[in-house]
């Protein structure tokens, strides 16, 4: 029986300058450079993967409607959207950053209900919801940052890495929400239907990077 076709979104940007190395590790090495090349598809050095390009809050959608049968993504983004969907079985421990909420130096907000900027308006949500606190979620869709500079919103929460963009526009991260990494998810159907392939794979990218994957 010929081996089954699979296909893997992966998150161009951040993630996939540290996704290829670890793909390459494990013997697959895309046949163009997704750096370089305008394909959206790349076939690679394995006949039976294919690769897609695609924004890492794209991924789940690829990945639960059968687009790819498995994708690489942010915990950020799977909080946000995926609501536990998807199989999620290995932390890939690459794309480290925190979600964080953050505001102005040594400012409480003089609204009696806060408002928060984010592009992470469900899980801002649920956190404020599970604190009791009233909030009020701005939905922006990048340069969050700015929002508390011109008293947009009194509070962003958004991803920090070094912590650079904070610091440079007068902010300071006030809680964490989450540790974010990048994880590997699969399609529920291809975990079933792929089995031997999808789990070689799992197994493979567990092994390499020394973690055990979920069952
Ligand atoms: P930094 O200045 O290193 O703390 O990075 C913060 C900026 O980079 C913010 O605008 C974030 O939205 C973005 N950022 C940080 N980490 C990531 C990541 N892992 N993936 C995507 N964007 C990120």
Redesign the pocket.
């Known amino acids: 029986m010929p081996e089954a076709q699979l296909t893997l979104a992966l998150s161009k940007?951040?993630?996939l300058e540290e996704t290829l190395p670890l793909l390459a590790r494990v013997g697959i090495v895309p046949d163009e450079d997704p750096a370089r090349s305008r394909r959206l598809i790349l076939s690679t050095s394995q006949p039976h993967i294919r690769l897609l390009i695609v924004r890492p809050t794209d991924v789940p959608t690829y990945v639960l409607h059968g687009g790819a049968d498995l994708g690489v993504t942010?915990k950020d983004v799977l909080m946000e959207q995926a609501g536990g969907i998807l199989y999620e079985p290995l932390d890939l421990r690459i794309?480290h950053?925190r979600l964080v909420l953050a505001g102005r130096e040594g400012r409480e907000p003089d609204r009696a209900q806060p408002r928060v900027a984010t592009k992470y308006v469900a899980t801002t949500r649920a956190f404020f919801a599970a604190r009791g606190q009233q909030v009020d979620v701005i939905k922006l869709y990048g340069s969050?940052?700015l929002a508390p500079l011109v008293d947009l919103a009194d509070w962003i929460v958004?991803?920090?890495?070094?912590?650079?963009?904070?610091r440079a526009n007068g902010l300071v991260p006030l809680e964490t929400l989450a540790e974010?990494s990048a994880r590997l998810v699969v399609n529920p159907a291809s975990w079933k239907t792929k089995h031997a392939p999808v789990r070689a794979l799992v197994s493979a990218l567990a092994e390499t990077i020394g973690t055990e994957s979920a069952p």
């Open positions: 940007g951040r993630i942010g794309g950053c969050m940052e958004d991803l920090v890495d070094t912590g650079n963009t904070l974010i």
